[in-house]
């Protein structure tokens, strides 16, 4: 079955940066089209915040919720198949639980599609 695990949250202050890891078991550029991460505050529906699809035959495009634009990247390690988050001047609206996904097959948006495999995800917190 598909393992997904991801790392590296923690709580840091307004203006730091975290980068969060992903660790799957399959390896990432055969098994899935599409990967992101996600993230749901207390009270909130759970977000896309940025995902990467693609391969390498048709190239890849990332995509990001405008609201973090220009302060996190996506990217991902095919070798070592971990899927990451760089989040830098990171802001108390950032915290939040954050959840890898991946979808195995090919759509026209990674941003709004279904996903089918999660992580359990990371809690990042922020305080100002």
């Known amino acids: 079955r598909v393992q997904m695990v991801e790392s590296g949250g923690g709580s840091v202050q307004a203006g730091g940066s975290l980068r969060l890891s992903c660790t799957t078991n399959?390896?990432?550029?055969?098994?899935?089209?599409?990967m992101g991460w996600f993230r749901q505050a207390p009270g909130k529906e759970r977000e896309a915040v940025a995902t990467?699809?693609?391969?390498?035959?048709?190239?890849?495009?990332?995509s990001y919720t405008d609201s973090v634009k220009g302060r996190f990247t996506i990217s991902k390690d095919a070798m070592k198949n971990i899927l990451y988050l760089q989040m830098d001047r990171l802001k108390p609206e950032d915290t939040a639980m954050y959840y890898c996904a991946a979808a195995p097959f090919w759509a026209p948006d990674c941003f709004t599609r279904q996903y089918l495999f999660w992580g359990q995800g990371t809690q990042v917190t922020i305080s100002s």
């Open positions: 399959r390896p990432t550029e055969s098994s899935f089209y599409c």
């Open positions: 990467l699809g693609g391969d390498t035959r048709t190239g890849y495009t990332d």
